[in-house]
C-alpha cells in the first residue's frame, strides 16, 4: 500500500494480531497433524456441509484458519496487517470485531445455502466441498477499504501499483471466474461473505435500519432518545480538495 510517495506500513492492531497469530499457530499445527496418523482430524475443521448439517456446527467457526498453503496464509495475514490494521484503527476494536464476525458468519450461513440448492440441482457432491481460509475475511476487508478510500493505491505482487477500486474489482473478478469456470463452490462462498459485509456497512448501519428496528421492537423512548446522536453513515469527505476523489468515511 502507498501513500503520497512513500509506503505506508499501519501498526499492527490487537485484533489483527490475534487472528495472524491464531492462523499462524493453526497452520503449523495443520502441517504437523498432516504427517501423523490424526490427520483424518483436519476434515472436520473446514466448513463442509455435509458434517454441518450431521451436527458439526462448530465447522462454522473454525473455517476460516484452516488454509491450503504458505503462500495463501502469507497473503492473507499481509492483508489482514495492511488494509485489517487501518480499518480496526479507524472504527475501534469493538466495531471491527462485530464487522468481522458477521462477515464469518454470513459468510458461512450463504455457503451452506448455496451447496444444498446445488446439491438438489446437481446432486449431492456440493455438499462435501469445504470452505475454509481467510480469504472471505480479507475480501470483505479489501471491499471495505476500496468504498472508504478508492483512490489508494496498493501494489499488487509488491511490483504494480493499482487503486483500490480497481484492485478489490480485480479480487471480484478472479472469484467469479474460479466460480463459473472452474466450478469452485468456495469462491461463491468467498463472494457470500464479502456481500454480507457489504449489507452490514450500507444498510445494518445506516439510521434507515435503526429507526426500523426500534419501530419493530416498540420501544419508542428508546428511538427518540437514540435521536439526534451520530449514526454510522457513508459520506464524502469534504474536507479533502477534491470532493469527488476524497476519501469516504464513517460517522
Not at 201 to 215: I, N
Request: glycine residues 8%; proline residues 5%.
Amino acid at each position: 500500500m502507498q501513500q503520497g510517495h512513500g509506503v505506508h506500513v499501519p501498526k499492527l492492531t490487537y485484533l489483527n494480531k490475534i487472528i495472524i497469530i491464531t492462523a499462524v499457530v493453526v497452520f503449523f499445527l495443520q502441517n504437523i497433524l498432516m504427517m501423523t496418523s490424526f490427520a483424518p482430524i483436519l476434515q472436520y475443521i473446514p466448513l463442509t456441509p455435509a458434517n454441518f448439517f450431521s451436527g458439526h456446527i462448530y465447522e462454522l467457526i473454525t473455517y476460516p484458519f484452516l488454509s491450503r498453503g504458505v503462500f495463501e496464509i502469507l497473503f492473507e495475514c499481509l492483508l489482514l496487517w495492511f488494509v485489517g490494521s487501518d480499518l480496526e484503527s479507524m472504527w475501534g476494536t469493538n466495531r471491527y470485531g462485530k464487522f468481522l464476525a458477521f462477515v464469518v458468519f454470513g459468510g458461512g450461513i450463504f455457503y451452506l445455502m448455496l451447496t444444498w440448492v446445488l446439491s438438489m440441482m446437481l446432486g449431492p457432491a456440493a455438499l462435501v466441498s469445504p470452505l475454509m481460509g481467510l480469504t472471505g475475511m480479507t475480501s470483505f476487508l479489501l471491499l471495505a477499504y476500496a468504498i472508504l478510500y478508492p483512490n489508494q493505491v496498493f501494489t499488487f505482487m509488491f511490483i504494480f501499483p493499482m487503486k483500490a477500486k480497481h484492485f478489490c474489482s480485480l479480487i471480484i473478478g478472479l472469484f467469479f471466474f474460479y466460480g463459473i469456470f472452474r466450478n469452485s463452490y468456495e469462491a461463491f462462498g468467498h463472494l457470500g461473505a464479502m456481500a454480507c459485509g457489504y449489507f452490514h456497512m450500507v444498510w445494518l448501519s445506516s439510521p434507515r435500519f435503526k429507526k426500523w428496528r426500534a419501530y419493530f421492537t416498540r420501544d419508542p423512548q428508546k428511538a427518540k432518545k437514540r435521536k439526534g446522536k451520530g449514526n454510522l453513515r457513508l459520506v464524502k469527505n469534504f474536507d479533502d480538495d477534491d470532493n469527488e476523489n476524497g476519501p469516504k468515511y464513517w460517522q
